[in-house]
């Protein structure tokens, strides 16, 4: 199983940013796939949750109607768009996954949200 994610970088506040986790080495269209973030020396937070069909989301009370997590079966790929972001979205954004009893992790993008 593998998770790669991209896009992440420095914005200003107020900015936009799309995230990209591609996966592969396992059947995609099966599972749900989630985003968390991670500052230091705070737990990791559950940001966006699509099921495996994309009929269901659901997002963090701290980014709604802001994010908005989709997938692409074709491309084996979900994305993350971040919009209105502020400072406080600072993180690393992890790419998820979880099926036979394991996680399943990337390695990660830095979003900076500063001026």
């Known amino acids: 199983v593998q998770l790669v994610e991209s896009g992440g970088g420095l914005v200003q506040p107020g900015g936009s940013l799309r995230l990209s986790c591609v996966a592969s080495g396992f059947t995609f269209t099966m599972y749900a796939m989630s985003w968390y973030r991670q500052v230091p020396g705070k737990e990791r937070e559950l940001v966006a949750f699509i099921t495996a069909g994309g009929s269901i989301t659901n997002y963090a009370d701290s980014v709604k109607g802001r994010f908005t997590i989709s997938r692409d079966h074709a491309k084996s790929t979900v994305y993350l768009q971040m919009n209105a972001l502020k400072p406080e979205d600072t993180a690393v954004y992890y790419c998820?996954?979880?099926?036979?009893?394991?996680?399943?992790w990337g390695q990660g993008t830095q979003v900076t949200v500063s001026s």
């Open positions: 998820n996954t979880k099926f036979s009893r394991n996680d399943y």
